[in-house]
């Protein structure tokens, strides 16, 4: 299976701030990348697919970019409505598999 | 406009069988490209993907869990079935329905059901 480590796993920043959080792939897995935003007792929600597509309805502030096997999502500023946690997820193939998560705190 | 809702035992004993059932609007899944899959998140803990149904009948499965798991679809209930045998407290979770979309050969889960939270426990 291939393994998603993201990094870090967990970070404070404050409204305004720039935020960038990684995604490697254990092998290469094209653009075969999502990226979900999940607040606490929350389902997750979809951001970005094919590692750089913006969801329809999702803020211009949310980016991603990346192939292969490194892979980057950022907030241009973060927001107050931001704080959450983030999942990457590779669709290349199965088993689909996640990041461990990333969570965004407020500093 | 696409809506998912699990539905299922909120509590369950070690060794028993998990029946959850994921009923859905606002798309068919005799419709090209169009899958449901399970998803599960431990309290605290990361998401984990389960199983996969798509609308040619296509079944993929977690390697770790595929003895244990069965997918099953009901397009004229609009309806897709998980089962879970054996169940063990390490499996206590929120389980999440989602469906799944292509675009351009790209997959991805775009809307989701609120969860069903499963505990198990003698």
């Known amino acids: 299976a291939i393994q998603m480590t993201q990094s870090p796993s967990s970070l404070s920043a404050s409204v305004g701030d720039r935020v960038t959080i990684s995604c490697r792939a254990s092998?290469?897995?094209?653009?075969?990348l999502g990226w979900y935003q999940q607040k606490p007792g929350k389902a997750p929600n979809l951001l970005i697919y094919?590692?750089?597509t913006l969801q329809s309805g999702v803020p211009s502030r949310f980016s991603g970019s990346g192939s292969g096997t490194d892979f980057t999502l950022t907030i241009s500023s973060l927001q107050p409505e931001d704080f959450a946690t983030y999942y990457c997820?590779?669709?290349?193939?199965?088993?689909?598999?996640f990041g461990g998560g990333t969570k965004v705190e407020i500093k | 406009q696409i809506t998912l809702k699990e539905s299922g035992p909120t509590l369950v004993k070690p060794t028993q069988t998990l029946t959850l059932t994921c009923t859905f609007s606002?798309?068919?899944?005799?419709?090209?490209?169009?899958?449901v899959g399970w998803i599960r998140q431990p309290p605290g803990k990361a998401l984990e993907w389960l199983a996969l149904?798509?609308?040619?009948?296509?079944?993929r499965y977690s390697p770790s869990l595929k003895s244990s798991l069965t997918i099953t679809k009901d397009t004229s209930k609009n309806q897709v079935v998980l089962t879970m045998t054996n169940m063990d407290p390490v499996d206590t979770a929120t389980y999440y329905c989602?469906?799944?979309?292509?675009?351009?050969?790209?997959?991805?889960?775009?809307?989701w059901g609120q969860g069903t939270l499963v505990t198990v426990s003698s």
């Open positions: 149904i798509y609308w040619n009948e296509d079944k």
């Open positions: 997820l590779q669709d290349h193939n199965y088993p689909l598999t």
């Open positions: 092998q290469g897995i094209r653009n075969d």
């Open positions: 606002g798309f068919s899944l005799n419709t090209y490209g169009v899958g």
């Open positions: 989602a469906h799944r979309r292509v675009d351009s050969s790209a997959y991805y889960f775009d809307y």
């Open positions: 094919a590692a750089s």
